[in-house]
Nanobody
Framework: QVQLAESGGGLVQPGGFLRLSCAAS????????MGWYRQAPGKQRELVAT???????TYADSVKGRFTISRDNAKKTVYLQMNNLSVEDTAVYYC??????????????WGQGTQVTVSP
């Protein structure tokens, strides 16, 4: 079994910042790409940012220049530094990771989600 444990969500004012963390644990051979997605009320889940094992990153246009994704491969952890937050960033943020549990088994796993609320 593989678990993704997220932390770091909360309530912040516009212009503020938060840092999300997501640690993978369990029977893991290796972790491939990791990423963050978010889902606002009444909207579909959308990609926020991804990072490959070597460190190549992609971002949604809406967060470029404000959010930074990074990872610590030794800790099997991905981070999302979110700066200059706006009310439009309010959502449940989900961690995602491609995890190899055997030489022949690679699956995508999701965290349980962490709430980020940006409000005056």
């Amino acid at each position: 079994q593989v678990q993704l444990a997220e932390s770091g969500g909360g309530l912040v004012q516009p212009g503020g910042f938060l840092r999300l963390s997501c640690a993978a644990s369990g029977r893991i051979v290796s972790v491939g790409a990791m990423g963050w997605y978010r889902q606002a009320p009444g909207k579909q889940r959308e990609l926020v940012a991804t990072i490959t094992a070597p460190g190549t990153t992609t971002y949604a246009d809406s967060v470029k220049g404000r959010f930074t994704i990074s990872r610590d491969n030794a800790k099997k952890t991905v981070y999302l530094q979110m700066n200059n937050l706006s009310v439009e960033d309010t959502a449940v943020y989900y961690c995602n990771a491609d995890v190899r549990t055997t030489l022949f088994r690679l699956e995508a796993y999701w965290g349980q989600g962490t709430q980020v609320t940006v409000s005056p």
